[in-house]
């Protein structure tokens, strides 16, 4: 018992040591957020302001407010669909062999590597083409193709630890593929779409480029673009900035906080057994 | 052709391949292996883990353009000895002052390797070794409890089961893991942007920056489609190996 | 349900009227601090001027328009331009949207006004391109400008702020001595170095020699090119050694809380001085750069046409209110910079600016490379290469070779 509670404390140590490095950068940035301009920049950056100063915060809060909400209509569809499309992609290429699969497999991952900035004029066109360019819909459209090398990755690999027998048990008891899918493979998912959502709605959320270059009108632009342009072209207020970064972190980190309860649950088990 | 003669001949595109090189492998391995320790630490079911979690979650939730910028403070040198700043600042007050360096203003280097670099890679192991924690994670918890209770019966220990038995199936997450942080480290670009800009003499440039003022500053299109075009090709790198392996280990199956 | 009806009519009613009215979209990088509150002065000027003209405001922030120059070319090569656009005079805009044929001449619209004559002529020609005048300056930037602590110039016993390079040099020496940096540099994003390198190469070759330079009468390796290297080389061995740690910013910043003497840059940053709470003329001063004398390094931002505008008349619109005084007038004492009209009212600007003004109208003006107007953006992006990496290794004579190599390519 002795040994238990030893081993507790230094996990706790531990913990706390790894807490601490990860907390100095948040730290300068909720200082930064909470001081008035003058006091900003590299001398003083470990200090706590002299006295709290909400300007940055009701500041960056007034800007990025209108925008907070053209994020959610992107981020929800985008994110629930790129990971549904995963996770069928997931499945089928790591459980139904087919010709050319591994060809497909391969593809997809190089689709993954391409950078953002060389993609952007086909973009443009082909989003004029088919009429959603300027609009949240060709954004959704967007992060759904360019996110699904990433989730069909995570889930193919997740798929990848669960036993082929369970699938093949299903099939002898008569399941069709999708039954299977459904039946088998989605209720154990859980953990792997906690992963790819928790990735996909990060990156949705904080992306700028495609979403700046999309939207044009400041009353369709997601609140990525507004954050970048608290920022002046010459001068930065950084408190604003810093602000307006903590406002934009706060529904990712309530995703965080939501989705990470299903971690501490070890839900494939119970699934197993059953 | 003329334009992937010009970019091999670069000095600075030849500065971007190395740094690439470089940082790619820190910053992999340096995420992996924080990643599996933080996972290993909150998958022990202390209290409050899930806090820890979060918190160490957390920094993937900012904009790169904002933590750029912290981290571009924090590793500020100031001007040495007399005046200190950032980290540098901080050492000096409690006594460490033999750790101030000059960070990513550094133009010194090893086998071409930027030690300007090394800020930049704490930067960026800082925000994305929480997500590997999460991978992690959601592959421990993948792992059917009964395997460990029977190895448990069998008498084995914590760290028999863990090397044993868990980390052998954690394997396909570590290559999920591996080729997400590839593609990161290919990718980057607004932390670097943010933090140091291209650095003294180029010392933290990375392609993806050089791509972009190529096509977007200086508008030649053509030469910046080459570097994007060249930088894929590299990325062959990473992916056949994984591919070869992945798919042998199918076969096996 | 009859009141659903009615309030369905409303919104119907509204929103038509709305299209009725027509739209302009204008895009820039004018985001943050003085120049977005100047922007939305301009807006409402516009609103009164135009009441059923709705303004679509699309920026695009990052440094110096980094960002939007991105999203701009692409939208531009993509053919779905911005009714008008900020631009920086000069290559900037001929090199990459007149060239290509993208923009439409408006030399006729600034007749039909009768403005033609309203700016100065190194301005607009700077604005031109084969005859045709192809964007309209709404601002001017001065970019050869030091500012310095006026206290640390009185410590070190530096009176004022020597005009000529024996004398500067030796001011920085006095200023060193007395313990502090006496040049700030923040070149983090390169262009802070070629900004300052810019203002050392007109000053050796003087303004007819510079404005040779890019018709080709002077060439890049002409002695005096090589000299405005070395001098630049020794002005390094006066700057703070984290330069490469911050931005023009923290560089000016220096200055305001006392840790260096002096800093070249835009006179933006006197705006950012007084942002910080200093008084021009009280805390600090100002000066040109050494052997900049008779030399007004202009950093303007213009207005121009896009050719396929989605609402051409409406830009039209647009560009005759930022063309006239009163849009010139609103738009500059917010944003801390001067008109490019010369018959703007002075009287609404600080003492900074008005020394500014007048030097405008009567200095050389010549068009800065590091903002864009002299020389196309590739040679731009080879050139800050080249000297961020001349900063660091001080090789004179790899530095000449790089700058005479990006000259042949994009030249």
């Known amino acids: 018992m002795a040994k238990k509670k030893g081993k507790k404390i230094i996990v706790y140590i531990l913990l706390t040591v790894f807490l601490v490095g990860f907390l100095l950068p948040i730290y300068v940035l909720l200082a930064t957020s909470f001081k008035p301009f003058d006091e900003v920049g590299k001398p003083l950056m470990w200090n706590w302001p002299s006295s709290l100063s909400f300007d940055g915060f009701a500041k960056a809060f007034d800007k990025l407010k209108g925008n907070l909400i053209n994020s959610f209509i992107l981020v929800i569809p985008a994110t629930f669909v790129s990971a549904m499309v995963g996770s069928i992609n997931g499945y089928v290429l790591s459980k139904l062999k087919f010709r050319g699969s591994n060809a497909l497999f391969a593809i997809i991952l190089f689709g993954m590597f391409i950078p953002y900035q060389s993609i952007l004029f086909p973009m443009i066109t082909f989003l004029q083409n088919i009429g959603l360019y300027g609009s949240i819909g060709g954004l959704i459209l967007v992060h759904i193709i360019y996110g699904l090398p990433i989730t069909t990755l995570i889930f193919r690999n997740y798929y990848a630890e669960v036993p082929t027998e369970l699938i093949e048990a299903a099939n002898i008891d008569g399941a069709g593929i999708f039954k299977s899918y459904w039946k088998v493979l989605f209720p154990i998912s859980l953990p792997g779409f906690v992963v790819v959502i928790i990735w996909q709605f990060t990156n949705i959320w904080n992306e700028f480029l495609f979403a700046v270059t999309v939207t044009s009108d400041p009353t369709k632009q997601p609140i990525t673009v507004a954050l970048v342009n608290l920022a002046g072209s010459q001068v930065v207020e950084w408190n604003v900035q810093m602000a307006g970064a903590i406002i934009t972190a706060l529904p990712t980190l309530l995703v965080y906080i939501f989705l990470g309860k299903y971690f501490l649950r070890g839900l494939l088990a119970g699934s197993v057994k059953g | 052709m003329k334009n992937y003669e010009r970019i091999f001949s670069d000095s600075r595109f030849q500065t971007d391949l190395w740094n690439t090189l470089y940082f790619t492998i820190f910053f992999i391995f340096g995420c992996l292996f924080l990643g599996i320790i933080l996972a290993i630490l909150v998958d022990s079911k202390v209290k409050g883990a899930g806090i820890f979690q979060n918190f160490f979650l957390f920094p993937m939730a900012l904009a790169f353009v904002v933590t750029g910028t912290v981290w571009s403070w924090i590793f500020a040198p100031g001007i040495l000895p007399e005046n200190p700043e950032g980290i540098n600042l901080l050492f000096n007050s409690i006594g460490l002052s033999g750790l101030e360096w000059k960070w990513y203003t550094s133009t010194d280097s090893f086998i071409n390797f930027n030690f300007a670099l090394i800020p930049v890679i704490i930067g960026a192991v800082w925000q994305m070794a929480g997500y590997t924690m999460a991978m992690y994670l959601a592959g421990l918890r993948g792992i059917p409890s009964t395997f460990t209770e029977a190895a448990m019966v069998d008498g084995a220990s914590g760290w028999q089961i863990f090397w044993k038995i868990k980390f052998p199936i954690l394997k396909p997450i570590t290559f999920s893991a591996m080729i997400i942080l590839a593609h990161i480290s290919l990718k980057i670009f607004d932390l670097v942007y943010a933090m140091t800009g291209s650095g003294p003499n180029n010392v933290t440039d990375v392609p993806s920056i050089y791509m972009w003022e190529t096509t977007f500053r200086a508008n030649k299109y053509a030469r910046g489609s080459a570097i994007a075009i060249i930088m894929l090709l590299l990325v062959a790198i990473f992916i056949v190996p994984y591919l070869v392996s992945s798919f042998k280990s199918n076969k096996r199956a | ?411």
């Open chain 3, 1 to 411: 349900m009859k009141k659903l009806l009615v309030f369905f009519s409303v919104i119907l009613f509204a929103t038509s009227f709305m299209f009725a009215a027509g739209q302009v979209e204008i895009f820039s990088w004018w985001t943050g601090g003085g120049e977005e509150e100047g922007l939305n002065a301009l807006i409402e000027l516009f609103n009164e001027w135009y009441p059923d003209v709705n303004v679509i405001n699309a920026t695009v922030a990052g440094g110096a328009g980094t960002n939007a120059k991105a999203v701009l070319k692409t939208r531009m090569l993509g053919g779905n331009p911005p009714d008008s656009f900020q631009v920086h005079a000069g290559e900037e805009l001929t090199d990459t949207y007149v060239i290509t044929g993208l923009m439409e001449p408006i030399t006729d619209l600034l007749a039909e006004w009768g403005i033609s004559d309203k700016f100065p002529e190194d301005i607009l020609s700077i604005c031109s391109y084969g005859g045709e005048v192809y964007s309209i300056p709404v601002n001017v930037h001065r970019g050869n400008v030091i500012f310095a602590n006026n206290a640390i110039l009185e410590e070190a016993g530096v009176d004022s702020i020597p005009l000529d390079w024996d004398g500067f040099f030796a001011a920085l020496d006095k200023i060193k001595e007395a313990g502090y940096v006496p040049l700030a540099l923040g070149d983090k994003n390169k262009w802070p170095a070629t900004h300052l390198f810019e203002d050392v190469l007109a000053s050796t070759l003087g303004p007819d020699g510079y404005k040779g330079l890019w018709d080709g009468s002077v060439s890049f390796d002409d002695p005096k090119v090589v000299e405005a290297v070395e001098i630049f080389g020794r002005l390094m061995d006066y700057v703070n050694e984290d330069h490469a740690a911050g931005t023009w910013q923290d560089a000016t910043l220096m200055v305001q809380d006392g840790r260096a003497a002096m800093n070249v840059m835009g006179d933006w940053a006197e705006g950012y001085l007084k942002t910080l709470g200093w008084t021009p003329g009280v805390e600090f001063d100002w000066s040109v750069v050494p052997g900049n004398e008779g030399i007004f390094m202009v950093v303007s931002d213009t207005f121009g046409l896009p050719k396929g505008a989605p609402d051409a008349e409406n830009a039209k619109k647009w560009l005759k209110l930022v063309s006239s005084v009163e849009g010139q007038d609103t738009f500059n004492p917010i944003k801390g910079s001067i008109p490019a009209r010369v018959d703007a009212d002075k009287s609404l600007y600080d003492v900074y600016l008005t020394w500014s003004m007048d030097d405008f109208a009567t200095n050389a003006l010549l068009p800065s490379i590091a903002h864009g107007s002299a020389a196309p953006e590739g040679f731009i992006t080879a050139l800050n290469d080249v000297i961020n990496a001349y900063v660091t290794d001080r090789n004179v004579e790899k530095c000449v070779d790089g700058i005479i190599e990006a000259a042949e390519d994009n030249l």
